[in-house]
């Protein structure tokens, strides 16, 4: 997180009671047999709940809490606090806070417009390594959401399954929609904000894969130097600009080779790669095989 806010709302101790909520508690013997069991060892979903205009909600941990805690804001603002640093949330953000942790965390619906959030509780020894991959720590909680419909729908389902019941199998399924949303929102925080300069240069690399690309004629044309501009695909993709760019150009040779009857020199031609032999190196580089040997492969 950035510092302190300007927003110092009190600290509500209103967690439930909220008109229209939903609300979803596996009881806690229930939990320790799952974290026991095959599948659900690895995740299991502890509580969820909807809690439209959560006017007071707010609750305080001063040790963190067990579970890794899942809230999206789709709606008014809130804020949330982990050791001592306060920041606010916002429309389409997803706030994620480590369990186990220890470090003090508090969190609650602004006085004005507050909040409407979807949210889990989850445990499990998978959560830790999904919630890295996501870049996410008590220093960087936060993630602006790509997607929020895609993502309340599946808090959705969390909610409506355990609602049913809380039974083994229906734990297994929840585990499963609890790891795609964790997933999603590991994929939200590399995806680039509409507008941005790594998102204006993706854009234009997929509108080009029949061209070729200057990195420092991209850059200039997105508003960043050539060093940020590779920096931000490194950390976006794990790789540079022209490593992308050729990454997009096989992506697209694979599809010509599989749904067309296009030679291999013109799916070369196809992707701007006009000498034949260059393209198949490019290709066997990527795949291990050649184009032709590809095109041969059975697949399906």
Known sequence: MHGRSDTHEPVGERATGFDDQRLVVVPRPLVREALGRPVTRRMVVTDAGFFPRAEGHGRRRDKGAPETIIMLCVAGSGWIEVGGDRARVGKATAVVLPGNTGIPHAYGAALEDPWTIWWCHVRGTDVPELIGEA???NDRPLIGLVAVDRLTAVLDEI????????????LVATAGMAWRLLTSLAVDRRSPEQGAPLEQAMRFLEERIDGTIRVPHLAALVGVSSSQLSKLFREATGGGVLAHHVALKMARARRLLDTTTLSVAQVGQEIGMDD???FSRQFRRLHGLSPSAYRAERKG
């Open 276 to 278: 034949q032999f260059y």
């Open 159 to 170: 909610i409506t399954a355990l609602e049913r019941d809380q039974s083994p199998a229906r």
């Open 135 to 137: 870049g996410i720590s």
